[in-house]
């Protein structure tokens, strides 16, 4: 039985820094359940100084713990344990259920198990990867040594607090740096019951400290600190423009930076069965609300098998129903909040002043109290400069396009902003060839959308979706500055 009673989980204290839950004297805010809109904690922001405290705290524990020194398979093992923690701890999936928008039975079953995962593959990481020797001449060597950064600092959006925290800080920690995660206020709780796992598995205290608050206070606080010498970012373009100027300025960071999307779904007119594919596309922009960056929220669809496959996705579309996060059989996820509801109202408010039709949804679901249920939402008539083309809308919101012949389909798929990834759907190998060759996003899934629970592929945007790569062995080496060393014998 996995629903719970959403009053009775017990709620980690706020900041987590040393080993040790400590309170600020920072700014109040209060965290909000998405299902209900209920206010179920008020937290402090970390002030500047708590963030100083924290950075300091985990600079120090890379000196004393000797776990930047350690044998490498030591680290392995420690992450090893803490993947078997996250996996068996109930309070961690209520924690992630109750305070973000995926239903119970999700958590268990993709959230908390890809969470496991992906720190295991960084655990294997951790002996597998070393320098380089170069050819020199006979009395000198030459060689690259892999060494941690130090302090790494990591922020979350909110909506996969938990499995974001692993893309994270598996790497970080595997490769020997200690990490200070600011999560999104938005969805506090579930990474500090991760980081108290993470001290239980063994890790020493101090390599791993969560601090709460802002973007604007704790973030800002965390990206500029002088003892911070990496920034791994997960969230929407614009935060990630201010954070690669605030890196650049303060320490020149490199930076990691995992930003928003605009992904189309590109189906011809020989992608094989229509049911099959009408399934796919409903999943791939409704997962999680629509509130995926990887969300595939642009159907381009050949005009000659159009009319049938939108009729049968409007279909399922009328078959998904909302509840709330902590029922085992709910499986619709709730809008984040408010501000996000009125954002997605705003978007399809100006893409219907553009010409824009709604197919079906376009409204919030009645009678779900005040959760946000946004009804999954087709849009036709869409040009491709309509806002709700343009723009990331982050909600259950599909806009239809279609097109004649390749090349125009093509075009469609083309986004100035945005090129994080991309589906494309045929049976014929030439043209899935020639169309992933021809779009400019970091990953084109063809024939299915989304991340199978491979590890070993990295993800990544281009152009205004990001720099750099999260999981894959690219993201542990990117934890890693690279040392040149010349030897004269
Ligand atoms: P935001 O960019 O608003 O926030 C992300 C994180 O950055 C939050 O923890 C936020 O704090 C923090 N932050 C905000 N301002 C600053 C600052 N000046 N300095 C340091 N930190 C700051 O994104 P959302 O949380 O709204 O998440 C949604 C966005 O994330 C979408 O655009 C989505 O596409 C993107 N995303 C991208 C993914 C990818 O892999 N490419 C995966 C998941 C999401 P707080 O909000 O607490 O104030």
């Not at 709910?330 to 197919?359: F, H, T, W």
């Not at 376009?362 to 040009?383: C, I, K, M, N, Y």
């Amino acid at each position: 039985m996995l629903s719970f009673d959403p009053e009775k989980v017990s709620l980690p204290a706020g900041h987590y820094i040393g080993g040790q839950h400590c309170q600020s004297q920072g700014a109040a805010f209060e965290v909000k359940r998405p299902s209900d809109g209920s206010v179920y904690a008020t937290l402090q922001d970390a002030t500047p100084q708590d963030v100083d405290r924290a950075v300091t705290v985990a600079h120090q524990a890379l000196k004393t713990s000797g776990w930047s020194g350690c044998p490498p398979r030591e680290r392995g093992r420690v992450l090893r344990r803490w993947a078997d923690l996250i996996e068996q701890d109930t309070l961690l999936a209520q924690l992630e259920a109750l305070g973000s928008t995926r239903p119970i039975s999700d958590v268990v079953l993709h959230e908390i198990p890809f969470t496991a995962e992906a720190i295991r593959f960084y655990a294997e990481c951790a002996d597998k990867f070393s320098g380089d020797l170069f050819p020199t001449r006979d009395s000198s060597l030459g060689m690259l040594i892999a060494e941690p950064y130090g302090v790494i600092a990591a922020i979350t959006p909110w909506n996969f607090p938990l499995s974001m925290a692993s893309w994270k800080c598996g790497p970080a920690l595997a490769a020997g740096n200690a990490v200070v995660l600011k999560p999104s206020e938005l969805t506090p709780f579930s990474t500090v019951r991760m980081a108290e796992l993470a001290i239980q598995a063994g890790l020493p205290a101090g390599v791993l400290n969560i601090v709460q608050g802002s973007g604007a206070v704790t973030g800002s606080a965390l990206v500029t600190h002088p003892l911070v010498r990496k920034v791994s970012f997960t969230g929407s373009t614009v935060t990630g423009k201010r954070i690669m100027s605030d890196a650049a300025q303060h320490g020149m960071k490199p930076v990691t930076l995992e930003l928003g999307g605009k992904s189309p779904q590109l189906v011809f007119d020989d992608a094989g069965d229509l049911e099959v594919l009408a399934q796919r596309i409903l999943r791939g922009f409704t997962a999680n609300g629509g509130q995926a960056c990887v969300a595939g929220t642009r159907l381009i669809v050949q005009r000659n098998i159009a009319d049938p496959l939108v009729e049968r996705l409007a279909q399922l579309c009328r078959e998904l129903k909302p509840g709330v996060t902590w029922q085992e059989e709910s499986r619709y996820a709730p809008l984040i909040d408010e501000r996000q509801g009125n954002k997605v109202c705003s978007v399809i408010a100006a893409a219907k002043a553009q010409g824009a039709e709604v197919l079906v949804g376009g409204e919030r679901f009645a009678h779900t109290g005040d959760g946000w249920f946004w009804q999954p939402t087709l849009l036709s008539h869409v040009a491709q400069d309509n806002p709700a083309v343009q723009q990331e809308i982050f909600g259950p919101v599909l806009t239809v396009q279609t097109f004649d012949d390749e090349e125009q389909g093509l075009a469609m798929a083309a986004h100035d902003t945005y090129g994080l990834c991309a589906g494309v759907h045929t049976l014929s190998l030439p043209r899935a060839m020639r169309a992933m060759r021809a779009i400019d996003a970091g990953t084109v899934w063809i024939n299915r959308y989304g991340r199978s629970g491979d590890f070993i592929i990295p993800t990544g945007g281009f152009l205004g979706s990001g720099i750099g790569k999260d999981l894959g062995r690219q993201a542990f080496q990117a934890c890693q500055r690279q040392k040149s060393v010349l030897i004269d014998f």
